[in-house]
């Protein structure tokens, strides 16, 4: 278990009990919550943030920061797979209690399609990118990690695809994405062609990203809000 900074608890006073806490919103304090186990707690903080800031920029900010203090610690030594385990698991638990709840009437517009690429197992990202597409109107379907490039073509030919955002983490994995991008334009092909946005740690580096047959390399998710936002403008 964690040793960082304990929380400042919600107040017991009910007129002041919702009122975020800003000084409390630190990534180093949501790392270990992560690392705790405790989703309440992590929910609970990603809900302040939430309501001082737009939700891609907690998501690129605060918890992206975390979840990178995760990793640095998995990879010094200080914490084990276990803990990465936990945070990671913990995380997800949070992100699905603050997801939006747009309701069936705002399920209305494009559909757009997520996937980690083939032997591609970071997947949180895509969740964060679910629930912005999902604020913004947007249908989504999040295939999830590690998906077969054959497979996802298919998916994309079946459906009315609007938007294909795939996600990598390793620079070695260009070619896999390369394929992928391919394979998707390939099942669905169209004047112009389907969109195809990339994120993940592996848009970090230029020599990997050269090149790709695709609409944007996106950095953050703030930068995939604007590009979806101005896509289901023109679509409209
Ligand atoms: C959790 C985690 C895992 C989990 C993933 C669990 C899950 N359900 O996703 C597991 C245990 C599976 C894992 C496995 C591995 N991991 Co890992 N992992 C992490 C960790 C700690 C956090 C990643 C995370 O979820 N961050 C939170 C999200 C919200 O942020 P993000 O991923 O940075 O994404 C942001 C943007 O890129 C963008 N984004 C992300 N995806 C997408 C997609 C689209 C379409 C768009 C538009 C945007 C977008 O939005 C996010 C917010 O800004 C990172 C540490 C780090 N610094 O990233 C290491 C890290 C990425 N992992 C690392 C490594 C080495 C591995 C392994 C190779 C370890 C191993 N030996 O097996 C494997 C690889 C597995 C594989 N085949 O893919 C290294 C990578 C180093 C490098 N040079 O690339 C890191 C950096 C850890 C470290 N410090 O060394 N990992």
Redesign the pocket.
């Known amino acids: 278990m964690s040793d960082e900074t304990p929380l400042r608890l919600p107040s017991v006073d009910p007129l002041e009990a919702t009122r975020p806490h800003p000084s409390t919103l630190t990534p180093e304090l949501l790392a270990g919550l992560l690392a705790d186990g405790d989703d309440e707690l992590v929910a609970w903080v990603l809900r302040d943030a939430l309501a001082e800031r737009p939700r891609a920029e907690v ?2 900010g605060l ?2 920061e975390a ?2 203090l ?3 610690r ?2 010094s030594g200080r914490w084990t ?1 276990a803990e ?2 936990l945070a ?1 698991q913990t995380l ?1 638990r949070a992100l699905d209690a603050v997801r939006p709840d747009p309701g069936p009437e705002g399920r209305t517009g494009p559909l757009a399609v ?1 996937a980690g690429v083939a ?8 969740v ?2 679910d629930h912005i597409l999902q604020e913004s109107a947007w249908t989504v379907a999040d295939l999830g ?1 590690d998906v077969p490039v054959d497979d996802l073509a298919r998916f994309v030919a079946r459906n009315e695809v609007a938007l294909v ?3 990598a ?3 070695a994995r260009g070619s896999v994405v390369a394929e992928t991008a391919a394979a998707v334009r390939a099942a669905r092909p169209s004047t112009p062609p389907l969109p195809i ?5 592996f ?1 970090g580096d230029p020599a990997a990203t050269s090149g790709l047959d695709v609409d944007r390399v ?4 703030v930068e ?1 809000e604007v590009f979806a936002r101005s896509l289901a403008a023109r679509l409209a």
């Open positions: 998501y690129d918890l992206r979840m990178d995760v990793g640095e998995w990879a797979v990465e385990h990671s997800l997520l032997g591609e197992r970071h997947m949180i990202g895509l964060c990118l990690a955002a795939l996600a983490s390793d620079p946005i990339v994120g993940g740690r848009t996106v950095g953050s998710l995939a």
